[in-house]
């Protein structure tokens, strides 16, 4: 989860809650990551957070849910990489391999950026890519993304 518009601490912790509370138990979240934003449109910095949860809903109605959630913020998808209140991707599902036009599962992007390995190496470091079979730490270790990802305080 991310965002930089708003009050993203605030927005990104109520957000974990909306997620506990109706979508499936929260068994860890990372901190709180700053991170300059990503993409060719110049923006404030980004705050994110890894969340990993336990659900029952399927893959694509998890998705939906978690897309009403983001609108519930204020996230409106007008421009790609435009600033946003919240962002909200699966990254994984179990080992699944999910590939629609609404939904990429693992998310295609994972090893390239920093702002997601570094909270996701925080609370599952030995996870396995399904399908590069590396660990987060590894892929963070060799990750091309040169943008610094800092604890938010």
């Given at each position: 989860?991310?965002?930089n518009q708003?009050r993203?601490?605030?927005?990104?912790d109520?957000?974990?809650?909306?997620v506990?509370k109706?979508?499936g138990?929260?068994i860890?979240?990372?901190?709180?990551?700053q991170?300059?934003a990503?993409g060719p449109?110049?923006?404030?910095d980004?705050?994110?957070?890894?969340v990993?949860?336990?659900?029952?809903?399927?893959?694509?109605?998890?998705?939906?849910?978690?897309?009403?959630?983001e609108?519930?913020?204020?996230?409106?998808?007008?421009?790609?990489y435009?600033?946003?209140?919240l962002?909200?991707?699966i990254?994984f599902?179990?080992n699944?391999q999910?590939?629609?036009?609404?939904l990429?599962?693992?998310?295609?992007?994972?090893?390239?950026?920093r702002f997601?390995l570094?909270?996701?190496t925080e609370?599952?470091p030995?996870?396995?890519?399904?399908v590069?079979?590396?660990?987060?730490?590894?892929?963070?270790?060799?990750?091309?993304?040169?943008l610094?990802v800092t604890?938010?305080p």
């Open positions: 989860m991310g965002g708003g993203v601490n605030e927005v990104l109520k957000a974990i809650q909306e506990d109706s979508l138990k929260v860890a979240r990372s901190s709180m990551y991170t300059k990503w449109i110049a923006q404030p980004f705050l994110n957070v890894a990993l949860i336990e659900t029952f809903l399927t893959p694509h109605y998890l998705l939906n849910k978690l897309l009403e959630i609108r519930k913020a204020g996230r409106r998808r007008e421009v790609k435009a600033p946003r209140t962002d909200i991707d990254l599902y179990g699944l999910i590939h629609t036009a609404d990429q599962v693992p998310h295609p992007e994972i090893q390239n950026r997601v570094v909270p996701l609370i599952l030995n996870l396995k890519h399904p590069l079979q590396k660990k987060m730490s590894e892929l963070l270790r060799i990750c091309p993304d040169s610094e604890l938010w």
